[in-house]
């Protein structure tokens, strides 16, 4: 199991209730493969017996993970009339626990269900439950000859997205000489990117968001900025060039020229832009950078009529952008296509 870890990125844990198909003693192994700590399981038999659903009436022989504790919330006290949810402390990455239920159907609460009627069981787990972005898991139950085992797999199915603490614009000129230097901080408004190289006031709007990412576990092996698109112009297509600072949770002029290049993706007029930033994320958090920043930039245009431009949504104009694992993105309508160097 420890080599399947390695190999899935996606594996969160693995479920394993062991056979024969025929034998009525129902005790679940979990052995946890995320590298977080596992806080809650909920186990939900109502599409298995064929679709007729089991009910779990009790919880029994409960061994926690050797770091932690295991704590029946339900059914607890009471015979069950569905669902298993069990808590955790200290259930750490390759660790392990266990516990026996008696599967039941509504009408009979002395039905006696078998390691194979347990198939289709659906198994869900979350991650690091006292942070955002913590990791949500699923996988259901299916037995295997071969193994003589029921197994279920559970892979990553989201991660809560995060919302900027800070949007707007940076600009340098119109009211002031366009040299390089910025001289307005444009707060409460879209998240333009616009260069005008014009002889009647010059300007360059260079767009900022910036993300807390102090919580943020980024355990996906994508992680998308979403960039929904406010309003643009043309001519099309035109070069948005993405750049990459630690942020400091505020807008200020020195985020005109805060960055590194990190890619560029050509604008086509789509509505929804999606760039994977996951190595931007996993660098800053493993330095433990709070704060992640980006900075737009396009090229400069000689066009007098404030164009092209692209103007994204933000915590003023909704919606804003958001930092979302890739898995956990609907899909847009159109999307641009971002490129490294």
């Known amino acids: 199991m420890t080599n399947q870890a390695q190999t899935d990125p996606n594996l969160c844990a693995i479920v394993v209730l062991p056979g024969p198909a025929s034998s009525f003693d129902i005790r679940?192994?979990?052995f946890n493969v995320a590298a977080d700590h596992l806080d809650f399981l909920i186990m939900d038999s109502f599409r298995a017996l064929g679709g007729e659903s089991l009910l779990h009436q009790s919880v029994f022989g409960t061994i926690a993970p050797p770091s932690g504790t295991l704590t029946v919330h339900y059914p607890s006290g009471v015979p069950g009339k569905g669902p298993v949810v069990l808590g955790f402390t200290g259930f750490t990455q390759f660790e392990s626990a266990?516990?026996?239920?008696?599967?039941?159907?509504?009408?009979?609460?002395?039905?006696?269900?078998t390691v194979l009627d347990l198939d289709q069981t659906v198994i869900e787990l979350?991650?690091?439950?006292?942070?955002?972005?913590?990791?949500?898991?699923?996988?259901?139950?299916?037995?295997?000859?071969t193994l003589n085992a029921s197994i279920a797999n559970?892979?990553?199915v989201s991660t809560v997205s995060i919302d900027?603490?800070?949007?707007?614009?940076?600009?340098?000129?119109?009211?002031?000489?366009?040299?390089?230097?910025?001289?307005?901080?444009?707060?409460?408004s879209v998240?333009?990117?616009?260069?005008?190289?014009?002889?009647?006031?010059?300007?360059?709007?260079?767009?900022?968001?910036?993300?807390?990412?102090?919580?943020?576990?980024?355990?996906?092996?994508?992680?998308?900025?979403?960039?929904?698109?406010?309003?643009?112009k043309g001519p099309f297509p035109f070069?948005?060039?993405?750049?990459?600072y630690e942020g400091h949770g505020f807008l200020s002029l020195a985020d005109f020229n805060a960055g590194t290049f990190f890619k560029s993706f050509e604008y086509?007029?789509?509505?929804?832009?999606?760039?994977?930033?996951?190595?931007?994320?996993?660098?800053?958090?493993?330095?433990?950078?709070?704060?992640?920043?980006?900075?737009?930039?396009?090229?400069?245009?000689?066009?007098?009529?404030n164009g092209p431009f692209v103007a994204f949504g933000s915590l003023e104009f909704p919606p804003a952008a958001q930092l979302r694992p890739d898995d956990a993105a609907a899909a847009p309508p159109a999307t641009a296509s971002a490129r490294g160097p």
Do not use: H, W
């Open 164 to 188: 900027p603490v800070v949007d707007g614009s940076i600009r340098d000129g119109l009211d002031f000489p366009k040299d390089g230097t910025p001289d307005t901080v444009l707060e409460n």
């Open 154 to 156: 559970i892979v990553q």
């Open 126 to 145: 979350v991650y690091a439950s006292d942070v955002s972005g913590g990791l949500r898991c699923q996988g259901t139950l299916k037995f295997d000859p």
């Open 239 to 244: 070069r948005v060039d993405v750049f990459t």
């Open 28 to 30: 679940f192994g979990i």
């Open 191 to 232: 998240v333009q990117v616009l260069n005008v190289e014009r002889a009647v006031q010059p300007f360059e709007d260079r767009g900022i968001i910036e993300f807390d990412i102090s919580n943020l576990r980024p355990l996906s092996t994508q992680m998308d900025l979403v960039l929904n698109v406010f309003s643009s």
């Open 268 to 305: 086509s007029g789509e509505s929804v832009i999606k760039v994977d930033v996951a190595p931007v994320i996993a660098n800053l958090r493993s330095s433990g950078k709070a704060f992640a920043g980006f900075n737009f930039r396009t090229v400069p245009s000689t066009i007098p009529s």
């Open 98 to 113: 266990a516990f026996n239920t008696d599967p039941d159907t509504y009408d009979n609460p002395d039905f006696g269900a």
